[in-house]
């Protein structure tokens, strides 16, 4: 079927280049820390999107994770749906079927599953409990849980270089970070065919809401990020990388030094697209204020503390319809 796409979702075409690429490989081996950090620095400072390559984490992982991913979002219907986020309560972990979550819902229906997972621990508390993972898929719990500790290390060491860019020591970060919130989704997006426009897309313009996101997706495009100039840059596939991006936790930390950066999702490609993004924030109650070294005179803070939970379940509270009668932590 042909594709009519509104003029509004359309970006500008151009080469992977516009959104650097950054060699990690000197970051994780210790052999030129400052020299990476330096470029992830200019990099947050005027793109807010990276690509990492050498970033240690094993193809062979990655393969496994997008065909499990796969033989998942196969499943029926009735077999995902008994995996619910809704079933989840506070851990809010499980399955989000079709239009379960909208993150620009003023403009866009999500044309999109997920499954959100983390580490799995038995006491509920707000992000945080046992995972419900699907039983009649072996390798799955196991494959998908390596994968969310290797992020999770990967992601340590980026934001031990977001400190030093910042002129802050390489753990400043981390006492905020001692037990901090991470969700690891798995998506799908099904093509889009005929008239095509912002009502229904694969994912709505929207900024993540915590610290940092580390992204795989598969070959097929249509990921597009918003540039300073208001204009939609594709951020097509690139071997052996993954896309990084910063949140809305590290705009307030910068003064708006560094941007969270919108973007959104459109499958025009004809076929399913998959991708796997791990999100990392802070510590529940931990104090999101902006750093000192991103104060001055002529630069006061443009912020009023908050707490890293708060901020985040508000903006789940404003995706999801099942939340917005849900007291959190009552």
Not at 181 to 201: A, N, S
Not at 215 to 224: E, F, K, M, R, V
Not at 289 to 310: E, L, M, N
Request: with cysteine.
């Amino acid at each position: 079927m042909a594709q009519v796409i509104e003029s509004c979702l359309s970006s500008k075409s151009t080469s992977f280049n516009e959104i650097p690429i950054v060699d990690v490989g000197p970051l994780l081996d210790d052999s030129d820390v400052h020299s990476v950090a330096r470029q992830i620095g200019r990099v947050c400072e005027n793109v807010g999107f990276l690509y990492i390559k050498n970033h240690g984490v094993p193809a062979s992982l990655v393969r496994d994770v997008y065909r499990l991913s796969r033989k998942f979002f196969d499943l029926p219907f009735d077999v995902k749906n008994r995996l619910n986020i809704v079933n989840s309560g506070q851990t809010l972990r499980g399955y989000i079927p079709m239009y379960g979550e909208n993150v620009d819902p003023q403009n866009t229906r999500d044309f999109k599953e997920c499954f959100d997972y983390g580490r799995h621990e038995e006491a509920v508390s707000p992000f945080f409990g046992p995972n419900l993972m699907p039983e009649s898929i072996q390798e799955f719990k196991q494959v998908m849980e390596t994968y969310h500790a290797a992020m999770l290390g990967l992601a340590r060491k980026l934001i031990s270089a977001i400190a030093l860019s910042l002129n802050l020591p390489a753990d400043y970060f981390e006492k905020l970070q001692k037990k901090p919130i991470t969700i690891q989704r798995l998506l799908h997006y099904p093509p889009q065919f005929g008239d095509i426009t912002l009502k229904e897309i694969g994912i709505g313009a929207h900024t993540d809401y915590g610290f940092l996101t580390i992204l795989s997706q598969d070959s097929n495009g249509g990921l597009q990020v918003q540039n300073r100039d208001g204009e939609w840059v594709s951020a097509p596939p690139v071997a052996d990388t993954f896309i990084v991006n910063i949140g809305d936790l590290v705009q307030t930390f910068t003064n708006d030094r560094y941007i969270s950066t919108m973007h959104r999702v459109i499958n025009t490609s004809g076929v399913d697209r998959y991708s796997v993004p791990f999100f990392i924030d802070l510590d529940f109650d931990a104090v999101v204020d902006v750093v000192p070294t991103c104060i001055s005179a002529d630069r006061p803070s443009k912020y009023q503390p908050y707490t890293s939970g708060q901020h985040k379940y508000k903006r789940f509270v404003d995706s999801y319809t099942h939340l917005q009668d849900v007291v959190i932590g009552g």
